[in-house]
């Protein structure tokens, strides 16, 4: 008797999201576990996204920084050799300049910078702001107008913004990106708190925080993974947006990704090190269920690209 492998069957799904205008990405979609195919539908691939900045990262590890030696003094030219060398998918632009205690740019001057990166490139663009909760609510709606129809990505809202970065992502239409601390009850509690503003919930995606390889990935993992069993096994509708590892800059600041090799020779090359860091991270975060994915270097986009094809 030939061997019959068992499969669950779930009543929930995940919200499939289309990004960007002229050249969409798409994921999410699926009513299994991640990778999962052979128990139900997984229509989409995760999408990674190349992460950029607006100001040069002159705080990025020499390792990664010299991968974009030459172009990242510009966003424009960055995102465009990121889109046409690097053949991306999307394009993650970090507005790190608007920071009040990085060179404190105004919601114009980004306004400016992501009209010029947009009209640049023909991929989706996920905005995201400095992480400064005050100057965000700012930033980000003048981005958004600026974005107006594109359907980009803009984030990150948190529990002390969401209500000006919702309206804005919801008046021009766009996706938007929720962003709470590693707590699923508080991942609930802000999708709840925007839908309630009338934003669709199918144009959610749930940020619930980044951890890198030895730095607590395996409670962000738990935390992913409760929110994806939420929403297959109880079929939760608030827990059935897409899911976002933002793993490049959690990476790319940890020691191990860092510490040089005089000082460590028994840990072997740093750039490979970094690189299996950031391969390791992202790969963990895509099995617990994100669909969406921003890194740094091409390296390990490539690697986790390769770790797709298999598990697809």
């Keep these: 008797m030939a061997f019959a492998a068992p499969k669950e069957t779930y009543p929930g799904k995940v919200f499939q999201i289309a990004i960007g205008a002229d050249q969409s990405a798409v994921f999410g979609g699926e009513n299994v ?3 999962h195919s052979f128990e139900g539908n997984a229509p989409n691939r995760p999408v990674i996204a190349y992460e950029i900045q607006d100001i040069p990262p002159e705080d990025w590890p020499e390792t990664v920084r010299k991968v974009y030696e030459g172009v990242s003094g510009d966003p424009v030219t960055w995102a465009k ?5 690097l ?16 060179e404190n740019r ?13 009209s640049s490139i ?9 992480n400064h909760v005050e100057k965000d609510a700012a930033v980000l709606v003048a ?25 804005a992502a919801m008046a021009n239409h766009h996706k938007l990106i929720a962003m709470s601390e590693l707590d ?9 708190l925007i839908t309630q503003m009338g934003f669709d919930k199918e144009k959610l995606i ?19 993974e409760r929110i994806r069993l939420a929403a297959l096994t109880q079929n939760d509708a608030t827990m059935q947006p897409p899911m976002l590892g933002d793993v490049g800059m959690y990476v790319w600041k940890v020691k191990e990704t860092q510490a040089p090799e005089a000082d460590l020779p028994y840990w072997g090359s740093l750039e490979e090190r970094g690189i299996a860091w950031e391969t390791v991270t992202a790969g963990a975060l895509m099995v617990a269920g994100a669909e969406l994915l921003i890194m740094r270097h091409p390296r390990a986009v490539k690697a986790v690209e390769n770790f797709i094809d298999e598990l697809m």
């Excluded at 991306?88 to 990085?102: F, N, Q, S, W, Y």
């Excluded at 023909?122 to 400095?130: R, V």
């Design 33 to 35: 576990l991640s990778f």
């Design 81 to 85: 050799h990121c889109q046409n060398e």
């Design 87 to 102: 053949k991306a998918k999307a394009i993650a632009l970090r507005l790190i300049g608007t920071h009040p205690d990085r």
């Design 106 to 118: 105004s919601p114009e001057e980004a306004a400016k910078i992501v009209k010029d990166v947009l």
């Design 122 to 130: 023909n991929i989706p663009l996920i905005i995201l702001g400095s």
């Design 143 to 167: 981005v958004a107008e600026a974005a107006k129809d594109k359907n980009c990505v803009i984030g990150k809202a948190q529990e002390a913004n969401y209500k000006t970065i919702a309206a």
């Design 184 to 192: 699923i009850n508080l991942s609930k509690q802000l999708n709840i």
């Design 206 to 224: 749930t940020d619930p925080m980044c951890s890198a390889l030895g730095y607590g990935l395996e409670y962000t993992y738990s935390v992913m």
